[in-house]
Structure formats: C-alpha cells, structure tokens
C-alpha cells in the first residue's frame, strides 16, 4: 500500500485512454474478416454465416480484448506529484518504484499519425542512456509532458 507524503501535493491524475488500443481493434476486426471468409471459402454452399467453430474462435478472441480493454480503462493510472510520478498498471503487474522527476533527463511523446488525430500518445522518460520508462495510453500526452517536463525543472533547481 502507497503511503502519501503531504508535503509532496498532486498535480495530477491520469487514466489510460481506451482509444490507444484503436490498432488491436482494427487488425482483430480484420482477422475476423479474414476467418469468416476462410469459413466460406471452405463451405461456400453452407446456409450458415460462420460455423460455429470458427464464430468461436471470433468470438473468445473479442471477448478476451474487450477485457484487455476495460481493465487497462479501469486499473492503469498514473499520477503526478511535485517529485515523482507514480505509475500503477493494476493488480495483474508487480508495483512499479515512482520514478524520481530530478532523475528524467529528457521527456518525449511518440505518437503514430492516426493517435495524433486521436489525442493519444506514449511518454517516454529517459533517465539515462539505457533506462526509458514509458507511460502509455495517455491522453493530451504533450499537456501531460508538458506538466512533467515544468516539474523537472524545478526538481532539477
């Protein structure tokens, strides 16, 4: 359990934005496709659309990434305070040490043109050569890198 320094305040809280898993939704759209027309392709004379093998299979791989989905939504959040930021990735992965803002060298946004589009992006801190930590599924992330980076250089004062 995180024990809370008061004379450390938050600046901010962030979530992970479910738009930034909008490629697994686009290349599973495009597997299911894919399946359905092999089922076809297999038995075009069958009344059915989609046998219940291959509506199986379709069907598990959509259940297994809208639970991906809602629980990056609901656990991961990441939490900025005047020294450190705390990222949490929820109960599945081990707790992550706050990463010391007078440690991060630099601060960068990666973003593919459509997650520019879409507002959402990846951190990364650098804290050395070698260590990059990343933040991802964050919405606004240059706002966010921008909060980060004004933290830094009062840390680094």
């Keep these: 359990?995180?024990?809370?320094?008061s004379s450390e305040p938050e600046l901010a809280w962030r979530g992970y934005a479910g738009w930034s898993?909008?490629?697994s939704f686009v290349i599973l759209f495009?597997?299911?496709?894919?399946?359905?027309?092999a089922d076809w392709l297999l038995d075009p004379e069958d009344d059915m659309v989609g046998s219940p093998v291959f509506g199986a299979i379709i069907l598990a791989m959509w259940i297994v990434q809208l639970i991906?989905?809602?629980?990056?939504?609901?656990?991961?959040?990441?939490?900025?305070?005047s020294k450190h930021l705390f990222i949490d990735r929820g109960w599945l992965y081990p707790p992550e040490?706050?990463?010391?803002?007078?440690?991060?060298?630099k601060v960068t946004v990666e973003q593919s043109a459509l997650a520019r589009?879409?507002?959402?992006?990846?951190i990364e801190l650098h804290l050395d050569a070698e260590h990059i930590v990343e933040v991802p599924g964050i919405s606004?992330?240059?706002?966010?890198?921008?909060?980060?980076?004004?933290?830094?250089?009062?840390?680094?004062?």
């Design 97 to 105: 040490s706050p990463v010391e803002l007078a440690k991060v060298q």
């Design 30 to 37: 495009a597997i299911s496709v894919m399946l359905l027309l």
């Design 117 to 122: 589009r879409l507002k959402v992006g990846t």
């Design 1 to 5: 359990m995180e024990i809370r320094d």
């Design 140 to 157: 606004k992330p240059e706002l966010f890198a921008e909060m980060i980076e004004k933290q830094i250089a009062l840390c680094q004062r």
């Design 21 to 23: 898993m909008w490629p």
């Design 68 to 81: 991906r989905w809602g629980y990056r939504t609901i656990t991961m959040t990441y939490r900025l305070t």
